[in-house]
């Protein structure tokens, strides 16, 4: 079983839609280098130009 890490120790981004930090998830663990956004909603966002 794997090591649990602390929330602090994980490695963190900057969303590209509201300048937000958010932290690496389990689902984005294949694709995190191409994750841009925290939530679907800023990516919904972005993509309606909003």
Known sequence: ???MRK???LPQKICARC???FAWRRKWA???EAV???????R?????GA
């Open 1 to 3: 079983m794997a090591k």
């Open 7 to 9: 929330k602090a120790d």
């Open 19 to 21: 300048g937000r930090p």
């Open 30 to 32: 294949r694709d995190w």
């Open 36 to 42: 841009k956004y925290c939530s679907d909603r800023c």
């Open 44 to 48: 919904t966002e972005a993509r309606a």
